[in-house]
């Protein structure tokens, strides 16, 4: 069972990132489970923006490479049954996919609180720009 009904409707009907990782991972319960948890953390240790849709397609990257160090080297990528890994293995794939996430969005998070005030200043930032080259 999902821990939030948000981050639940985002994984199963959102973004290409998720597509491509259904045709990676055979086990999809254990990617599902494994993302959830990770958003579902990553929303309230930053409670100024909680959960944003999209947020899965950025953890997305982060668990494929992660996964790839776990993978046979003769394996086929796209084919390859993750329920083989250990549950070690797969634990230190969601692990570090959740702390990349959390330094990235570290960055970013003022694109996703009220307002949007990252936003806002990359916007006036490219207006400044776009007034020194017509100047």
């Not at 999809?28 to 958003?39: G, K, V």
Request: with cysteine.
């Amino acid at each position: 069972m999902c821990c939030d009904a948000i981050i639940c409707k985002d994984m199963t009907t959102n973004g290409a990132d998720f597509f491509l990782l259904k045709t990676i991972v055979n086990a999809i319960n254990l990617f599902l489970q494994a993302f959830e948890r990770i958003l579902y953390i990553l929303a309230i240790r930053h409670p100024a923006s909680g959960y944003v849709q999209g947020m899965n397609d950025l953890v997305t990257p982060f668990f494929v490479v992660f996964l790839q160090d776990f993978i046979p080297a003769e394996a086929d990528v796209e084919s390859y049954d993750v329920s083989q890994l250990s549950s070690d293995a797969l634990q230190q794939v969601e692990a570090d996919s959740y702390w990349c996430m959390a330094k990235l969005l570290d960055g970013i998070q003022d694109n996703y609180t009220f307002a949007q005030p990252g936003i806002q200043k990359k916007v006036h930032m490219l207006k400044e720009l776009i007034q020194r080259i017509d100047g």
